[in-house]
């Protein structure tokens, strides 16, 4: 996906409101991990300009002893994936054309090991194995090849590759596959994963386990988590918040609080409150509405 492909607007749309949940926590007595201030990118320069997106504000804080999982959901062409490319540092979307991005209160400047990345692409090394692959990241700190053994083997435990460790990608399925990447960002301990589109070329079956996998090992870590999907139920199941998205030029809309994810999703999506929420933002994405505050249906959660 190119987030790159809009082009430049001549009205330029205001910048969503404050999250409430941040109010909610004392936000002001908390640590900045993720703020943009009015951040623009845009990809070339004069009339032929493509504006990716355009003064994308918001925040999250460090919450104490649990993190935040936040989705971002919008159509294609959006700039989902330019946002979290400039929380990365990653070129050529990082540096923002105008605004100011920073992560732990300062200025991105380049790729660091405080942030890692897991895209659709799993990003996994052929020739080499399943505990290799999730080794190589402590390879390349310079860790010790019994301990770094050790500390794979154990990932590829927590995320249920047991009996695959020798194994090579070409032999594991798309599912199994995306279960490597992911130890392999986790085990380098990174305090904010950004995780653009991870399930979207997996099967509606697959696709749920490893949504309900991804929420557990949120909860062990304790980490922040940014999901990019074009999935409304993957957006209210795995967010505390959802950053709804639109086109033309890409923009935040609105910052919408849901439920944090108490039980498997196959659970979730039976609950009419689930149903109601879901097709509530589907109907905001498909008419491109304004910020229209809360999603029906959470009210009927809160009331459950």
């Not at 989705?71 to 294609?76: F, K, Q, R």
């Not at 692409?121 to 390879?139: D, Q, R």
């Not at 995780?195 to 949504?211: H, N, T, W, Y």
Request: aromatic letters at 4%; a neutral charge.
């Amino acid at each position: 996906m190119n987030d790159s492909s809009q082009h430049a607007a001549p009205d330029k749309p205001a910048p969503a409101a404050a999250p409430e949940t941040a109010k909610a926590h004392g936000a002001e007595a908390l640590p900045e991990l993720v703020r943009f201030d009015k951040v623009t990118k845009s990809f070339g320069a004069g009339p032929e300009a493509r504006i990716a997106i355009q003064d994308v504000s918001f925040e999250v804080r460090d919450l104490p002893d649990k993190g935040e999982l936040v989705s971002v959901v919008g159509p294609s062409g959006c700039g989902k994936s330019t946002v979290l490319r400039i929380i990365a540092g990653l070129r050529p979307h990082h540096p923002p054309t105008s605004g100011e991005a920073r992560v732990f209160g300062r200025a991105i400047e380049k790729p660091g090991a405080d942030r890692g990345m897991v895209d659709q692409k799993y990003s996994l090394m052929p020739h080499l194995t399943v505990l290799e692959n999730i080794a190589f990241g402590l390879k390349l700190r310079g860790v010790e090849a019994a301990e770094r053994r050790a500390r794979a083997r154990e990932w590829a435990g927590k995320v249920g590759l047991e009996g695959t460790e020798e194994k090579y990608p070409s032999e594991l399925s798309g599912g199994m596959q995306q279960r490597v990447s992911i130890a392999a960002t986790l085990i380098l301990g990174a305090k904010i994963l950004l995780m653009d589109e991870p399930f979207g070329a997996l099967d509606p079956k697959i696709r749920m386990q490893m949504q309900e996998l991804l929420v557990q090992l949120w909860k062990e870590q304790q980490s922040t988590v940014f999901i990019v999907t074009h999935s409304v139920e993957e957006a209210i199941y795995l967010g505390d918040r959802v950053l709804r998205m639109a086109a033309r030029p890409g923009r935040l809309v609105e910052i919408l609080e849901v439920p944090r994810p108490d039980v498997p999703p196959e659970v979730m999506r039976k609950k009419p409150w689930f149903n109601r929420a879901t097709q509530e933002l589907l109907h905001r994405l498909e008419t491109d509405a304004p910020a229209s505050g809360e999603l029906s249906g959470i009210e009927q959660w809160r009331e459950s």
